[in-house]
């Protein structure tokens, strides 16, 4: 079962659940591209279905696909030229080095497929945050990456001391139903047309507590149009 968000001639927005891989994995479960090429199949029989950006399995949120080829090509131009503001919501429950700011550093290769922020800056990746304090001494973080390195929000948040609960590589100490990292926002132009959308996280105990989708998103509303904040300076 796939989630639809929105749905154009050109592309389609999709709501990915926590847990479910891009790609195949055999006989463990069905990819969200199959997914989806599935649920256009089903309609239009000969429907093609390209992707543009890609989501780490644990995170859930906002992935776009294309339908066509043009349209991957230019979505593949808007990427490349950081055309597009892509803003996400995590939970982490240790106290941070600084609630807000920027993250910013090269990213190199650690161990088990992990990777660590260094000092250098000759290709950085670049994070923007707020964080806010939350129920059971955990904190809400905003982030909008202006990179797309692997693992960079997961790798921005660990480097300040406050990784992602239930990040199985990056915080293996964590007990959760999930990892906590949400592809929450995007906005960006497509043949001069402009597109918003969000998407609230569906699952995750944490996530779904009143005091975060009600109280926290409703005092903060800023969070439902995030490219309104005053963001920190890059």
């Known amino acids: 079962m796939i989630k639809i968000i929105a749905e154009h001639p050109d592309f389609i927005v999709v709501d990915k659940d926590a847990g479910v891989n891009f790609h195949d994995e055999g006989d ?20 093609e279905l390209y992707p543009v950006h890609r989501l780490d399995k644990m ?7 294309a339908k066509n080829l043009p349209c991957a090509q230019a979505f593949g131009k808007v990427f490349e ?9 995590a939970i ?3 106290k941070p080095t600084k609630k807000q700011g920027l993250i910013k550093g090269d990213m190199g290769k650690s161990r088990r497929g992990m990777f660590k922020l260094l000092r250098t800056m000759e290709n950085p990746a670049i994070t923007q945050f707020f964080s806010f304090s ?3 001494k955990q904190r809400l973080y905003l982030l909008k990456p202006h990179s797309g390195k692997t693992h960079q929000l997961r790798v921005a948040l660990s480097s300040i001391g406050s990784p992602i609960v239930g ?4 915080y293996t100490q964590s007990q959760a139903d999930r990892g906590y990292l949400h592809a929450y926002a995007l906005k960006f132009n497509y043949l001069g047309e402009a597109f918003e959308f969000t998407c609230l ?7 779904l507590v009143t005091q975060i989708n009600g109280q926290i998103i409703d005092e903060l509303s800023a969070l439902k149009k995030p490219w309104l904040l005053n963001w920190p300076k890059l």
């Open 59 to 65: 995170t859930s949120g906002l992935v776009i696909f």
């Open 201 to 207: 996280p569906s699952s995750g105990e944490y996530y």
């Open 92 to 94: 982490a429950d240790k």
């Open 134 to 136: 939350i129920p059971n």
């Open 81 to 89: 030229e950081h055309n597009i503001e892509k803003y996400y919501l």
């Open 167 to 170: 990040d199985p590589l990056y």
């Open 28 to 47: 463990i479960g069905t990819g969200l591209h199959s997914l989806v090429k599935g649920y256009l199949t089903n309609r239009e029989k000969s429907a």
